[in-house]
């Protein structure tokens, strides 16, 4: 399966981004997903993952009660809803999918595709 992202922008403090990642090879369906992001310097991070029933979500203590994941397995697409964002938030946001048998999974070692990456950048 291949993945895109878009939505990456620059934004101001306390705004909101919605950031797509869509799939083509095959279909979500069958895939846990997920988003992760790498800020310079830094390692990569987990953010947020979803199961393949939508139902399961998990999320990063930092960005709990301000994102929320989602997907839509009939556009073969997957969604990051940021909302009062921080500088902290500057980074790239990768989605990523599994075909591990966890609904949510949140290392990125277990994760079989990856999109190429979308810059997010918080100005305070």
């Known amino acids: 399966v291949q993945l895109v992202e878009s939505g990456g922008d620059l934004v101001q403090a306390g705004g909101s981004l919605r950031l797509s990642c869509a799939a083509s090879?095959?279909?979500?369906?069958?895939?846990?997903l997920g988003w992760f992001r790498q800020a310079p310097g830094k390692e990569r991070e987990f953010v947020a993952a979803?199961?393949?029933?939508?139902?399961?979500?998990r999320y990063a203590d930092s960005v709990k009660g301000r994102f929320t994941i989602s997907r839509e397995n009939a556009k073969n697409t997957v969604c990051l809803q940021m909302n009062s964002v921080k500088p902290e938030d500057t980074a790239v946001y990768y989605c990523?999918?599994?075909?591990?048998?966890?609904?949510?999974?949140?290392?990125?070692?277990?994760?079989?595709?990856w999109g190429q990456g979308t810059q997010v950048t918080v100005s305070s």
């Open positions: 990523a999918a599994t075909d591990r048998a966890s609904p949510t999974v949140t290392t990125d070692y277990d994760y079989d595709y």
């Open positions: 090879g095959d279909t979500l369906d069958d895939y846990a």
């Open positions: 979803i199961s393949r029933s939508g139902i399961t979500v």
